[in-house]
Each structure stands twice: as C-alpha cells, then as structure tokens.
C-alpha cells in the first residue's frame, strides 16, 4: 500500500520533475512528501485493455515511479474504440510495446517493466513480489480469481474494476483488514452465463470512467490519503450517470481471507471457472464451423442442404453492408421447413452454422 520508506529515504525530484508535478507539489494532500511516494510506488497494471489503457497513461502522466505491465496480446482493430492508450498504426503490435511507447512519451521518468506473458498461477506470485499495489484490469473470471487470491496471499491491495455495456463496478480488496473479491463472489458465475465484452458489448468511454476510479483508488493508497474504496462496491451506471455503492464486510467464512481458509495456494483458474471464464471465440462447445467462403462454395456447387440462419440483427446489417457478402446470397430456411430426419452432410457436419 502507501510506502513504507521513511520521508529521508524517499528518492528524490529532480528540477525537471519539480515543474512537472508543480500542480501536485503546491496540493496540501500531496506535497513534496507525496510526490516522492509516487515516485517510489511500485503499481502493476493487469492488462492494457479498456481499463489498463487510461489507468496505466494516468498513473504514469501522475509520476508513479515503476508501472509493471501484462500483457501477451496484440493490438486489434476492434480494440481502438475504448483501449486509447493505443493507436491506428499500432494495430497487429504488441500491446505491451504500443503501451510502453506511449508511456515513455508522456512521462519519460516512469519505469515500465513489462511482463509478456499471460498471468497464471505459476508466475503471479513472482511478478507480484516486485510490486505494492495490483490494479486489476482484466476482462475475465479466471484472472480476475487468480489476482483477488494472490493479492491476498501477498497481503496486497487489489484495486478492482469490471465493466459491462452501461455498467460498471470498482472496489479495493484484498486490503488489510479488507473484504476480497471472493468475499463477494465466492465463486465464479456458470460458464457461458455472463457474456464478455466481446459477446454482449461495452460503451468504449464506459472503461475510462472505471479505470480512472481505479487509477484514483491507487493514487490514494500511495498517498496514503482520503478514504478508500475499501468495504465498498461502487456500481456505475453511465446511461443513468447514477454511482451507487454497496457494503461489503468480510466474509469469516471466505475461502481465501477467512478464518479458516480452504484454499491456501493458487489454483487451476481455468477449470474453476469452466472454459467460457474468458474472452475468446463463442465455438466452445464442441460444433464444428465452416467459413461463409466454404458455404459460398457449397452453394456454388448446388448441394443440397438446408441452410439455418441464426444471426442476430446486427450481423446481419453487417452482411447488407458487404462485409460477409456471401452469406448475403443465402437462401434461409423457415422453422416448418427443418426436417428433424434429415441427415446431416457427409462429412457429419450440420447443414451450416453460425458465422
Ligand atoms: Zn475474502
């Protein structure tokens, strides 16, 4: 949490960062004092997602001396709409590399230790020894576990947020003293019921609310100032512009944090969380896809097949847009035209499935 080092042992601001955080300096709350902490704060950032992405150009533009940083993926063009701390050209770079530059152009003196690498239960426990505070940025169940219980088993505050369409959630666990995550969420939601971004969507400015309340959250346990989102949920709700906030206590009966704890070591988060705990393509449960250029080719031939089309209304705007206009030439079939009896293709496959 806020440093442990005594006011002489701080490092110290050169002139250059003295200008640079003047409007800092001349706050009462932060000070010379505070600005030192900054400087010597260790902050590891979950992810350069929607929620890394102004956490991590905001606590790097504030001065935090060491950002550590993970991330294995690449920038994607549907990435752009939220994740600003990438650009158009970094589209097909490492998010890490895209993420790094940009840091280093807003605040050279920031240290960026970078982690390519998917966090996992093998090497959490390492990354997070070089840190004091876990910001957690992630967009799936599985990590958001894995961080709540290594947080806890490093006695490290985890500033939590999570987003939804609307919607969105911060909080500050695994405190001392605090509620965790598994306080409230015991555990994770049956696989496939709660949809991912991906699947059901988020308002692209939704993720810099959130992870700015984030980025405060951890500006604040640095400075050791101001009251934090300990033992409190804050819900966000940006169509209503409503911020409620729930109590939280910590469960003696928590798994993880209670006063006789079950799980004492890091765990298989994938399969705790079922195979849909993460982003990743909806084809998970075992039926084969084909592509709309093999349909195409199909149709092409005149085979004769029923074809069910399944799309939903926006992805069928985007074949009248062109983007799938092979599918466009579809004939579709009506519910009393399926023939419960009729066989599958040869090759066992179904007639055709989603796109
Ligand atoms: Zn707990």
Known sequence: MATTLAPDQLPALNNEEILRYSRHLIMPEVGME?????????????????????????????????????????????????????????????????????IAAINPFVNVKPFETKLTSQNALQIFSDFDIIVDGTDNFPTRFLVNDACVFTGKPNVYGSIFRFEGQASVFAAKDGPCYRCLYPEPPPPGLVPSCAEGGVLGILPGLVGLIQAT??????????????GRLLLVDALGMKFRELKLRKNPECVVCGTHPTVTKLIDYEEFCGLRGQEQPVNQNGVPEITVEELKQRMDAKQDFVLLDVRSPAEHDEVRKGRFCAAGCARTARIPDLQPQRPTDPAGRPAASRQ
Do not use: M, W
């Open 217 to 230: 959250e951890a500006i604040k346990l640095i400075l050791g100032s101001g009251n934090p989102l300990i």
């Open 34 to 102: 505070g600005q030192q902490k900054l400087k010597a704060a260790r902050v590891l950032c979950i992810g350069t997602g929607g929620l890394g992405s102004p956490l991590a150009l905001y606590l790097a533009a504030a001065g935090v001396g060491t950002l550590g940083l993970v991330d294995f993926d690449v920038v994607d063009f549907t990435n752009l709409q939220r994740q600003i701390i990438h650009f158009t050209d970094d589209v097909g770079r490492p998010k890490l590399e895209s993420a790094r530059q940009k």
